[in-house]
């Protein structure tokens, strides 16, 4: 106990922080294995239980790649606004999901913490059908980061996402800024 070894001092884990762990590992086995037949039904389910506040939005992730993420929104009585459309603040989340899930497919869940900074949103267009949430991002912004992180070990990045709805016609454009930071240099963390 406190002996070190070659990896660093010796850490004693909880069954709960083990348990954490493997569904930290699980999850990013998910999010970095395309071939996995299930892949999206299963992220959804595991991001609605660790993100409980998106779970009642019925989010289900549709398409998750190294360059692009897209999510759909169900439109349905949950999701609505007094005039039956679906709710500006539901249409902002999904803008701020796609972006976040770049950046855990680029980066993993277990490395590194997501803050995020600010978000803009531009409303184009009343949504009353089911909503598609499109994100990507370029190879070359990727390897910015990457590199930041590598030698700062804090970034901060801007991801432009767009809600198109059933007849693929613009509805929002949303710009989410975040700030990236090594888990190792960060000094407040959460119990």
Same mark, same amino acid.
């Given at each position: 106990?406190?002996?070190?070894?070659?990896?660093?001092?010796?850490?004693?884990?909880?069954?709960?922080?083990?348990?954490d762990?493997?569904?930290?590992?699980?999850?990013?086995?998910?999010?970095?294995?395309?071939?996995?037949?299930?892949?999206?039904?299963?992220?959804?389910?595991?991001?609605?239980?660790?993100?409980?506040?998106?779970?009642? @939005?019925?989010f289900v992730?549709?398409?998750?790649s190294?360059?692009?993420?897209?999510?759909?929104?169900?439109?349905r009585?949950?999701n609505?606004? @007094?005039?039956n459309?679906?709710?500006?603040?539901?249409?902002?989340?999904?803008?701020?999901?796609?972006?976040g899930?770049?950046i855990?497919?680029?980066?993993?869940?277990?490395?590194?913490?997501?803050?995020?900074?600010?978000?803009?949103?531009?409303?184009?267009?009343q949504?009353?059908?089911?909503l598609?949430?499109v994100?990507?991002?370029?190879?070359?912004?990727?390897?910015?980061?990457?590199?930041?992180?590598?030698?700062?070990?804090?970034?901060?990045?801007?991801i432009?996402?767009?809600?198109?709805?059933?007849?693929?016609?613009?509805?929002a454009?949303i710009?989410?800024?975040?700030?990236?930071?090594?888990?190792?240099?960060?000094?407040?963390?959460?119990?």
């Amino acid at each position: 106990m406190g002996e070190k070894n070659s990896s660093g001092p010796l850490e004693i884990l909880s069954p709960a922080k083990l348990l954490d762990r493997s569904k930290a590992y699980a999850l990013e086995y998910l999010l970095r294995n395309e071939n996995f037949v299930g892949r999206g039904v299963i992220l959804s389910k595991a991001l609605n239980r660790l993100v409980p506040f998106n779970a009642p @939005h019925g989010f289900v992730i549709e398409h998750l790649s190294e360059d692009q993420v897209r999510v759909s929104l169900p439109s349905r009585r949950s999701n609505w606004n @007094h005039l039956n459309s679906v709710h500006a603040c539901a249409i902002a989340t999904l803008g701020e999901m796609v972006a976040g899930l770049s950046i855990l497919h680029m980066l993993g869940i277990s490395n590194h913490r997501l803050i995020l900074k600010s978000l803009a949103i531009d409303y184009i267009k009343q949504a009353t059908t089911n909503l598609e949430g499109v994100a990507t991002l370029s190879l070359e912004e990727q390897n910015r980061v990457k590199e930041e992180l590598a030698t700062d070990h804090l970034s901060s990045i801007t991801i432009n996402s767009k809600v198109y709805n059933n007849q693929s016609e613009l509805v929002a454009k949303i710009e989410s800024c975040w700030q990236l930071k090594n888990w190792d240099y960060v000094t407040f963390k959460s119990l």
